[in-house]
T-cell receptor, first 111, second 116 residues
Framework: AQTVTQSQPEMSVQEAETVTLSCTYDTSESDYYLFWYKQPPSRQMILVIRQEAYKQQNATENRFSVNFQKAAKSFSLKISDSQLGDAAMYFC????????FGAGTILRVKS | GAVVSQHPSWVICKSGTSVKIECRSLDFQATTMFWYRQFPKQSLMLMAT?????????EQGVEKDKFLINHASLTLSTLTVTSAHPEDSSFYICSPRGLGSTDTQYFGPGTRLTVL
């Protein structure tokens, strides 16, 4: 079975500051992928960043980076220099034999 | 990312009627299609997986006779909600995956279904 846990229902960050969203997961697959997706009010799912489990190096995409701790099964997302447009629901997802989502974290950005 | 369209974007129907939702992958061939359901302020729940030309595989608890999935071509899949009831009101999202792609999934813009 695959599970994804996001323990923060809501987070707030001041514009231009940094925020970290937490995610833990569990899977019996040896080869898997991890993702962070963003869902703004339009509800369109947008891929933010992906990480291959076999890679030790943490993925980065501009202001977005992850802290992938494979042994601890942890996959947090750090957003640097937060912008108003970052406000959205963020989902952590695991793809082993299928794509499974966490419950989501609502991120609010204060101006 | 991939271009995926869904039609209609929103639909209101009366209880007991059937509604068809179309999902098209516009710039790649979708060998596999995933259909998700999302209730307000909740996560995406996988309903079923279909491979082009094959019958769909449904997740536990999803009624296959109620949610009919057709994936007859590599660019089009449909989800039909039969005899819809108010509890079927939800946001339905398709997610196609291309041949040779085993990881990243892209998503359609979703269809909001309201059953009166």
């Amino acid at each position: 079975a695959q599970t994804v846990t996001q323990s923060q229902p809501e987070m707030s960050v001041q514009e231009a500051e940094t925020v970290t969203l937490s995610c833990t997961y569990d899977t019996s697959e040896s080869d898997y992928y991890l993702f962070w997706y963003k869902q703004p009010p339009s509800r369109q799912m947008i891929l933010v960043i992906r990480q291959e489990a076999y890679k030790q190096q943490n993925a980065t995409e501009n202001r977005f980076s992850v802290n992938f701790q494979k042994a601890a099964k942890s996959f947090s997302l750090k957003i640097s220099d937060s912008q108003l447009g970052d406000a959205a629901m963020y989902f952590c997802a695991l793809h082993g034999n299928k794509l499974v989502f966490g419950a989501g974290t609502i991120l609010r950005v204060k101006s | 990312g991939a271009v995926v369209s869904q039609h209609p974007s929103w639909v209101i129907c009366k209880s007991g009627t059937s509604v068809k939702i179309e999902c098209r992958s516009l710039d790649f061939q979708a060998t596999t299609m995933f259909w998700y359901r999302q209730f307000p302020k909740q996560s995406l729940m996988l309903m079923a997986t279909s491979n082009e030309g094959s019958k769909a595989t449904y997740e536990q608890g999803v009624e296959k006779d109620k949610f009919l999935i057709n994936h007859a071509s590599l660019t089009l899949s449909t989800l039909t909600v039969t005899s819809a009831h108010p509890e079927d009101s939800s946001f339905y999202i398709c997610s196609p995956r291309g041949l040779g792609s085993t990881d990243t999934q892209y998503f359609g813009p979703g269809t909001r279904l309201t059953v009166l």
